[in-house]
């Protein structure tokens, strides 16, 4: 998902108390995908209610969410909204790749393959309209303020950044930087191991924050040269130069200066240059939005997720005392919020 710049960036390791009382917009659709990949049985089959309905997304974001509340991290998410046009062959690859996977994963399953199986079922993994009202609905009762972005969350999460209505972005993808982000932190909504996209390769999930005036001061390029060097390595709005990485790309543009001289030097053009770079420099983005917690409903709760969609009462109920308490490293409540 996303540019593939990640190993141009200057990225420091920080702990989840280092966010403390610090307001982080996260990129909902990227991160309920992370929960029902990662969230999984050993055979790959994600978690379902008693009618067969998946719940993966709402045990990762109650669980995960209380971390971050006792941590003092004070959570929107930002739902994405209309994709662009020119996002559709990417969002047509996407979907092949999902039904390849979960065709591959029942194959898998009938061999008794468990491995395979679990590899190819994260792959199959899909974001649909239930999974996102039924997480809007979860936020909601937990307390938790959420936002509809007109387009791409990750541009209206960057906005609220720069509007200084929040402090960082939370993502997996480096699109947030395109889109203007000071700053972003990945890995805030994943734990333990994070498999490699493409590969069976597991590796630490370290929590990671990349302030972009840092790499671009250590790139010696301006942000319109990085969205540059992100259409030259490929975007969700076009296909990448042939050949050329991340690494390329930088040493094209610093050389030439921009995309324009780039392309007259290869002889080879990019259809839709300039729409592709307006959506990254003028996104579509709201201010119609508002920010505002609140104490989690009991009641509710309980109705939600134990009654309709078989959770533990005990569970739950720890995960709701753990919300109120909200006891991170400055000992900062829900209340003190209001």
């Not at 209380?66 to 996002?87: C, H, M, Q, T, W």
């Not at 999974?131 to 307390?143: F, N, Q, R, W």
């Not at 972005?149 to 939370?170: F, T």
């Not at 969609?309 to 209340?335: C, I, P, W, Y």
Request: with cysteine; charged share 30%; proline share 3%.
């Amino acid at each position: 998902m996303g540019t593939d710049i990640g190993d141009l960036l200057q990225k420091r390791k920080i702990e989840l108390t280092d966010l403390s009382n610090r307001v982080v917009a996260i990129d909902a659709f990227n991160t309920l995908h992370q929960f029902l990949s990662i969230i999984r049985q050993r055979d790959g089959s994600p978690l379902v209610n008693s009618s067969g309905k998946v719940t993966s997304h709402l045990s990762g974001l109650l669980y995960r969410t209380a971390s971050l509340i006792e941590a003092g991290i004070k959570p929107v998410f930002v739902f994405d909204g209309k994709p662009p046009d020119l996002k559709s062959e990417t969002l047509s690859r996407r979907k092949e790749v999902r039904e390849t996977s979960l065709e591959k994963w029942e194959n898998a399953k009938a061999e008794g393959d468990l491995e395979a199986a679990h590899k190819y079922a994260q792959a199959s993994s899909k974001v649909d309209q239930t999974i996102v009202e039924d997480s809007k609905y979860l936020l909601g009762i937990m307390g938790i303020p959420w936002t509809q972005a007109p387009c791409e969350g990750e541009a209206q999460a960057a906005h609220m950044v720069i509007k200084k209505d929040a402090d960082c972005v939370a993502s997996q993808d480096y699109d947030s930087f395109l889109f203007g982000a000071p700053s972003v932190v990945r890995n805030m909504t994943v734990t333990g191991k994070r498999k490699l996209p493409g590969k069976n390769v597991y590796v630490d999930a370290e929590l990671e924050m990349i302030e972009l005036d840092e790499t671009l001061g250590a790139l010696g390029i301006n942000r319109d040269q990085l969205i540059d060097i992100a259409i030259c390595v490929g975007t969700d709005y076009n296909k990448g130069l042939e050949k050329v990485g991340p690494k390329t790309a930088l040493k094209l543009i610093k050389k030439h200066g921009d995309i324009h001289a780039v392309l007259r030097e290869k002889g080879v053009e990019i259809e839709g240059l300039d729409n592709i770079k307006e959506l990254f420099t003028h996104p579509d983005v709201t201010d119609d939005y508002e920010i505002k917690w609140s104490k989690p409903d009991s009641e509710k709760l309980i109705k939600f997720l134990c009654e309709e969609n078989g959770f533990s009462v005990d569970r739950m109920e720890k995960a709701v005392e753990r919300l109120k308490a909200a006891s991170g490293a400055r000992q900062k409540t829900l209340d003190q919020w209001f």
